[in-house]
């Protein structure tokens, strides 16, 4: 079965960079899009980052997502960051029959 | 502004049914796969069941073993799913989402409703 694999945390301190990685256990990441999805604490998740690289409109430029084909992850960068950002991001992406696949989630401390 | 608003969740004994509905607006409907999506209680995001735009292809988590059943209505920009033999183990929000990406032909940018709770107890 096709699994994402999350760090479970990352914290770094307002202003910075942070990467959060999304690591495919099996085929290739590159097969099919992935998708990034921000969840704050008592909220429903919000798309950020789809079709790997694309931003919803009213997303700011400051999240960003690469496809690594050499290590078969994804990543979510999200620079100058804002306390705002602190949240549940969880990776999404489709096995080899169309099923949806989610990682299990990052949670993102900013401090 | 796209809406996604589900309705139906509530408190259910174990064994016993709900059926969840999703009413979708600003958004063409008709044109989306459709996805259910839950998380339990503290827990991550878990994939339920998926539907294509015109109901032809239609899919579920191994792990609901049969119990679940997935439908919509294009002419109401509705929807569903049936719950039956309900678990404790069910218990979790409930999230209509249309999911990010192309899949099947079909190609969304990412839409999530608000959830409703489903509650599986005696």
């Known amino acids: 079965n096709f699994m994402l694999t999350q760090p479970h945390s990352v914290s770094e301190s307002p202003g910075k960079t942070v990467t959060i990685s999304c690591t495919g256990s099996?085929?290739?990441?590159?097969?099919?899009?992935v998708q990034w999805y921000q969840q704050r604490p008592g909220s429903a998740p919000t798309t950020v980052i789809y079709?790997?690289?694309?931003?919803p409109s009213g997303v700011p430029d400051r999240f960003s997502g690469s496809i690594d084909r050499s290590s078969n992850s994804a990543s979510l960068t999200i620079s100058g960051l804002k306390t705002e950002d602190e949240a549940d991001y969880y990776c999404?992406?489709?096995?080899?029959?169309?099923?949806?696949?989610f990682g299990g989630g990052t949670q993102l401390t900013v401090l | 502004e796209v809406q996604l608003v589900e309705s139906g969740g509530g408190l259910v004994k174990p064994g016993g049914s709900l059926r969840l509905s999703c009413a979708a607006s600003?958004?063409?409907?008709?044109?989306?796969?459709m996805t259910w999506v839950r998380q339990a209680p503290g827990k991550g995001l878990e994939w339920v069941s998926s539907?294509?735009?015109?109901?032809?292809?239609?899919y579920y988590a191994d792990s609901l073993q049969g119990r679940y059943t997935i439908s919509r209505d294009n002419a109401k920009n509705s929807l569903y799913l049936q719950m039956n033999s309900l678990r404790v183990e069910d218990t979790a929000v409930y999230y209509c989402?249309?999911?990010?990406?192309?899949?099947?032909?079909?190609?969304?940018?990412?839409?999530w409703g608000q959830g409703t709770l489903v509650t599986v107890s005696s």
């Open positions: 989402a249309s999911l990010g990406g192309c899949i099947g032909g079909s190609c969304s940018p990412g839409y």
């Open positions: 600003a958004f063409t409907f008709s044109s989306y796969r």
């Open positions: 539907i294509s735009s015109g109901s032809h292809y239609i």
């Open positions: 099996s085929g290739s990441i590159a097969s099919n899009y």
């Open positions: 079709e790997d690289n694309q931003r």
């Open positions: 999404q992406s489709y096995d080899s029959t169309n099923h949806p696949v």
